[in-house]
């Protein structure tokens, strides 16, 4: 183990030399991140290599927008909003799921399959499912509608901000954050969609893509990876999960997610409106669409709280640079949703990397 | 919430599992994954079988989602 771990070391070091300029690379991942702090990774990497965190929590790329509309079903008694528990203390413009739950019942689910039970032991109570999570998590939202169409539960509903990995990467290369030279890909979402999916950003972009798991000797061999082919000018697609991960993915799963859902436009938090990257119900399945349900409107936030989640989500600054970091912004008073998400890329600088 | 945790399928009645990780025992559904059987270490995520995992990768992971959870058990988060 640790002479894998240093050989990929001096792979690294010697695409470092051989390249002299400086490497930037983007992991898309939540568990990446915290992998990556929890490792010491960071402190073995040559000066020249920045890793940085990309759009991959998925309650931080959740736009304000959708946190306020979650916020305004709080105001009504009619309903009980099933959440996963990563939610629950976003803050919004008055308040956070957990605060402000003062008519409707929020209650913390582990599955939507919870929530679709939640509506069948409470049908005097339209049940609100918080459905957010990309591609790894979608497929679980997509089974429970299609059980509460098969067995009529219209007492069941949910509000799909469910986001789509692949564009949001289009979306940085395409003018946000053009230092990024490469992706630590993300397994997970991987599991889903087939490392084979990546393939777009490499034919297009010319940016390696390399699946890792979330070993430490996992993730420097991904790194090491990625520096020589930057190295040899060699662009590759490549998956060194292979463990878990397929070219293909997991088709059934996909399947049922294309049933389900197609993508449309969608907003995220800091990287704006991207074509194609949210998924909504299909017309098939609109009557479980709880935007349409309470008239809500899927539109872009505001959020003036100073928060810099945005730009931390692009990879444009680290947390210390936004100045309410570790001061008025800790994990016990989160102010955005980076330092509220265990995943979250402040949450990880203020556990782990403070003395980076 | 990305989290998933390999697991392995200790009861299977159609798409319905019972798991068990380091222990720790849950219900997870197999629709996802209709080739998972009984005795299979599967990646669960948000209640869903996602995947096939072997028995050495499992391990691994077991180890690193010891130390996340840990994390998630400081004040500062709720299980999701
Ligand atoms: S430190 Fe807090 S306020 Fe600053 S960007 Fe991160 S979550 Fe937002």
Redesign the pocket.
């Known amino acids: 183990m640790l002479d894998r771990i240093v050989n990929a070391q001096h792979q690294i070091d010697d695409a470092c030399k051989q390249l002299d300029r400086p490497v930037t690379i983007m992991e898309v991942c939540g568990t990446h991140t915290v992998a990556i702090f929890r490792s010491g990774i960071r402190s073995i990497l040559p000066a020249s290599v920045k890793l940085l965190s990309g759009p991959g929590c998925p309650v931080c790329v959740t736009d304000q927008g959708y946190i306020d509309a979650v916020l305004e079903l709080t105001q009504r008694d009619d309903c009980l909003i099933a959440t996963y528990g990563d939610m629950i203390r976003v803050p919004g413009r008055h308040g956070s799921l957990e605060t402000l739950a003062s008519k409707a019942d929020v209650r913390v689910v582990l599955s939507s399959e919870d929530a679709l039970q939640l509506a069948k032991d409470n049908p005097g109570k339209t049940v609100v499912f918080i459905a957010v999570g990309f591609e790894t998590t979608a497929p679980a939202t997509a089974v429970a509608v299609k059980e509460a169409a098969g067995q009529d539960v219209e007492n069941f509903c949910i509000l799909s901000g469910h986001k789509l990995v692949i564009p949001a990467m289009r979306a940085l290369l395409s003018g946000m954050n053009d230092r990024i030279d490469a992706f630590l890909c993300p397994g997970h979402v991987s599991v889903i969609i087939g490392f084979g999916a990546f393939g777009e950003i490499v034919d297009e972009f010319r940016r390696p893509c390399v699946v890792g798991g979330f070993e430490p000797v996992q993730i420097i061999e991904a790194l090491a990876e990625i520096c020589r082919q930057l190295a040899s000018g060699q662009v590759q697609l490549k998956s060194i999960y292979s463990a878990v991960v397929t070219e293909k993915g997991n088709t059934a799963a996909q399947t049922i997610v294309a049933e389900v859902f197609e993508p449309v436009d969608g907003y995220w938090r800091g990287l704006g409106k991207i074509p194609a990257s949210t998924l909504a119900l299909r017309e098939r399945y609109r009557r479980f669409d709880a935007f349409e349900r309470f008239g809500l409107a899927d539109q872009p936030g505001q959020d003036d709280?100073?928060?810099?989640?945005g730009e931390?989500l692009c990879g444009l600054i680290d947390?210390p640079q936004?100045v309410?970091?570790a001061r008025q912004?800790t994990p016990q008073h989160?102010?955005?949703?980076?330092?509220v998400s265990s995943e979250?890329t402040?949450a990880a600088w203020f556990k782990y990397g403070r003395r980076d | 919430m990305c989290l998933a945790i390999p697991a392995r399928i200790v009861e299977l009645e159609a798409d319905k599992a019972v798991v068990d990780a380091m222990g720790n025992r849950f219900k997870a559904k197999t629709t996802l994954l209709p080739q998972a059987r009984l005795g299979d270490v599967v990646l669960v995520h948000a209640g869903f079988a996602i995947s096939l995992v072997d028995e050495e990768e499992a391990k691994k992971t077991w180890e690193l989602f010891a130390e996340i959870e840990s994390f998630e058990k400081t004040p500062n988060k709720l299980s999701g």
């Open positions: 709280s100073g928060c810099r989640c931390v947390p936004c309410l970091f912004c989160p102010i955005g949703p980076c330092m979250g402040c």
